[in-house]
């Protein structure tokens, strides 16, 4: 693997979600806290943001070129041509209190996210899934949840509560979980999003724990790779052979000393590894 490399410095508050966008050759990610949409071009260095309507948790591309959003309130979808959001599916309106985190779309096309409680005090976190236009809660009862991720076979799905610094895996079949149980816990910072490779292995952002973790698919821990920011949020496989980590951070619950310490946070990293990712799916609308 290559050495972390700054891509770019914008110091994002909670900066999430990388996802590759194989069709415009950029990475899409967020800042949830500044309420940010941003695109990085990953062959011209180019850099663009949106305003979101509220906090945005994610932006994953769909099949006719739009991004769908999970903005604070509900599912949005996203004209990167016009720089419009526009409302497509209210989400937990029984669930004020919460806020829409990670998400991940399945190779079925269906969309798979999670909530939680934006003051990370109550555990009315969920996991949903969104396919069809149909909204179906799937899993209930957690304090900050990040992901989902799937394995290369389709039978395994990841699932977090960060807050518990717990890794549940799930039997998967036909768009339907079973089984929860726990896969790992980690011990350096709190796992934060997840993404895997072609190889099965789940990488997982460290929330404080200064890095990415790699986890075997029987759960054993493989060790990290090291970014010179604590709050490493997640790492996605992006580009043409999917060999090079996107990897967002961010600077939330960093004291001013901590920040002086940490000039990078919140910055956009990269770096090369040698196992590829798998393909970005696409929304099916």
């Known amino acids: 693997m290559s050495e972390p490399e700054l891509v770019w410095d914008l110091k994002a508050e909670l900066g999430e979600g990388p996802a590759w966008d194989a069709r415009r050759r950029c990475v899409w990610f967020v800042d949830i806290k500044g309420r940010r949409l941003h695109q990085y071009g990953v062959e011209t260095g180019s850099q663009a943001s949106w305003d979101a309507p509220d906090q945005i948790g994610f932006a994953l591309p769909a099949e006719d070129g739009s991004l769908i959003c999970g903005v604070r309130g509900g599912l949005y979808r996203f004209d990167p041509d016009t720089g419009r959001f526009d409302m497509v599916d209210h ?8 806020r829409i985190n990670d ?6 096309g269906a969309l798979w996210f999670g909530t939680m409680d934006d003051s990370e005090q109550g555990r009315s976190g969920a996991l949903y899934r ?3 236009g ?11 949840t990040n992901g989902p991720a799937l394995s290369p076979d389709c039978r395994t799905l990841y699932h977090h509560d960060t807050a518990d610094r717990t890794i549940f895996a799930f039997d998967y079949a036909k768009g339907e979980i079973s089984g929860k149980r726990v896969f790992a816990v980690t011990e350096e910072g709190h796992c934060d999003g997840p993404s895997v490779d072609s190889d099965g292995v789940l990488h997982v952002g460290l929330f404080g724990g200064w890095g990415v973790a790699r986890f075997s698919p029987d759960g054993g821990y493989l060790g990290k790779y090291e970014l010179p920011v604590s709050a ?13 980590l996107y990897c967002t951070t961010a600077w939330l619950h960093q004291s001013p000393e901590e920040r ?26």
Request: hydrophobic share 40%; proline share 7%.
């Open 232 to 244: 490493v949020t997640k790492a996605a496989f992006c580009g043409e052979d999917l060999k090079t």
């Open 103 to 108: 998400g991940f779309v399945a190779p079925d």
């Open 134 to 144: 149909e909204l179906a809660l799937m899993d209930d009862g957690y304090a900050i």
């Open 91 to 98: 989400v937990e309106r029984d669930r004020p209190q919460n």
């Open 130 to 132: 969104w396919k069809n």
């Open 260 to 285: 002086e310490a940490q000039p990078l946070a919140g910055g956009l990293f990269r770096l090369r590894v040698d196992t590829p990712g798998l393909p970005q799916a696409l929304i099916r609308l």
